[in-house]
């Protein structure tokens, strides 16, 4: 009946692909694999070979991966402390009312779960949306908190690229009634403190601002009803040239192409302080009272970037729109920029690694009586960073260590391990990571081996020479070098010889 079940809901999603008129390769894979299923329904060679893999879009994390991963969550947790920040959880579904209209054109990518017991959920597509409900739920009108955790988009995941269906964010956000621009320059702090401590490589820090862009669609002449539609296409310029995102505001959202041509000229410029003057002086931009507001705060943000000596990692960038609807003032996105080849100088963009901005209205969205609480914040985009430096770690071959043991307890003859027992046993009651092999009477050359292959430094050698004199043979696996210590100092002498520098 399963099975059945499964052929007829293959079935429907090749219905729905050629209703949508999807692309005829997709269709085409689809339709072979309704053929295989129905095969396999009808054949009598017994049951179909049950195929072992995660779902689309996910992955496992394997010793290595995980001990890569918590180095860069170990950088980020720290930052995060250092700014001052607490930490807080929330589940990892909400009510669906909670998450829908917040998201723009990007709600189609929020999963949805079956009825259950009379509430419709959701899964959470991203931190911020439950912090303005955790916020707003609480009455809480002043935090600065950070939140570690899973999120999950219908998105088709580029998988190479670091873009999965569940995957982590992490997120710092300010919430609170602050003079202007004070925690926003924190924020980008905060990115180029990360950044520049995981050693990922050049970056540029692209900043813009919601209200420059409403008042630049306002003077450009683009109606009210399609400001955020315009401003998810001007999004694209990232990834897509000038022309396609004029094609698409002009073709499909029914711009004017004399209102496309005006944005054109605004949006492919980028700069610093100069650009700022420039455009506080401009005719058309300084008559609008939204653009000339955001220009001001930009030009505030630039003096607290240059005390917080950033600068040179800042960019004011006219194109950046960020397509989430929350937004209601700075936005910033940081981008890490290669080398393309070592003749060509231009730099070019491997991808958004961090991205946030300030969203004034949101918390007010959930509050009852619409009090608003303005929040400010910055999402670190773990996976994209975690694939950098997996592929950067197997090119360069370096050995990693996936356990944090310091030391093996060892016998040097057999009928020694209720002793290697008895040691041990005192090593993790001190505190010390320690292990030993699961063998009555292993080798000595086979656990030194073992040292060998997974890292472990220290060697602690049981001996009966050693029990009679009261000492521990300690080696040093990397210089074989073996010192006698005496049973009670061994504890001591471990944590001198294994503390990090």
């Known amino acids: 009946a399963a099975q059945e079940a499964a052929v007829r809901a293959q079935a429907e999603a090749v219905r729905r692909l050629k209703q949508d008129k999807a692309d005829p390769d997709e269709i085409a894979k689809e339709v072979a694999k309704l053929l295989q299923m129905k095969a396999q329904l009808g054949g009598d060679e017994g049951k179909p070979k049950f195929v072992l893999k995660t779902p689309k879009g996910t992955r496992d994390y394997g010793p290595k991966q995980m001990a890569i991963r918590e180095r860069v969550f170990g950088a980020i947790v720290s930052c995060f402390k250092r700014h001052g920040a607490e930490v807080i959880d929330t589940p990892v579904f909400e009510l669906k009312e909670t998450l829908t209209g917040k998201y723009g054109e990007d709600s189609k990518l929020i999963y949805d779960l079956k009825d259950q017991g009379g509430e419709l959920l959701s899964l959470r597509y991203d931190l911020t949306v439950p912090f303005a409900r955790y916020l707003a739920m609480n009455k809480i009108t002043n935090i600065k908190r950070y939140h570690i955790a899973k999120v999950y988009r219908r998105d088709n995941p580029a998988m190479t690229r670091g873009r999965y269906r569940e995957f982590y964010q992490c997120d710092f956000d300010i919430a609170g009634q602050f003079d202007p621009m004070i925690p926003d320059a924190e924020c980008l702090k905060i990115v180029h403190e990360i950044l520049s401590d995981l050693q990922l490589g050049d970056f540029v820090i692209k900043v813009n601002d919601r209200r420059i862009l409403d008042g630049m669609f306002a003077v450009c002449g683009v109606p009210d009803s399609k400001f955020r539609t315009i401003c998810s296409s001007v999004d694209k310029l990232d990834k897509v040239p000038w022309e396609e995102v004029r094609s698409e505001m002009v073709g499909e959202k029914g711009l004017s192409p004399e209102a496309a041509d005006r944005i054109g000229e605004y949006v492919q410029l980028h700069g610093g302080l100069d650009l700022i ?91 009852p009586k619409g009090r608003k609480v303005p929040c400010v914040g910055v999402s670190i985009g773990i996976e994209r960073i975690f694939s950098i430096l997996e592929q950067r770690l197997e090119a360069s071959e370096e050995k990693i260590r996936t356990t944090e043991t310091q030391v093996l307890v060892a016998s040097a003859q057999k009928k020694l391990l209720e002793e290697r027992l008895k040691l041990i046993s005192e090593l993790w009651d001190a505190g010390i990571k320690a292990e030993m092999l699961y063998k009555k009477s292993p080798k000595l050359l086979n656990q030194l081996q073992y040292c060998e292959d997974t890292g472990i430094p220290l060697v602690a050698i049981v001996g009966e020479q050693e029990l009679k004199d009261g000492v521990i043979k300690l080696r040093i696996v990397a210089t074989r070098e073996e010192v006698n210590i005496r049973r009670e100092s061994l504890v001591e002498e471990i944590r001198m010889r294994t503390s990090q520098p």
């Not at 005719?283 to 950033?310: R, V, W």
């Open 277 to 367: 003057e420039r455009l506080l002086q401009d005719p058309k931009l300084s008559q609008n009272k939204l653009a000339k507001e955001g220009l001001g705060d930009m030009k505030l943000l630039f003096e607290y970037l240059t005390l917080f000596g950033i600068t040179g990692k800042i960019s004011f960038d006219l194109s950046l729109a960020r397509g989430l609807d929350y937004y209601t003032g700075v936005i910033f996105e940081a981008v890490l920029l290669q080398q393309e080849n070592e003749h060509v100088e231009e730099l070019v963009g491997v991808g958004s690694v961090a991205g946030g901005g300030r969203y004034d209205g949101l918390v007010g969205m959930f509050d």
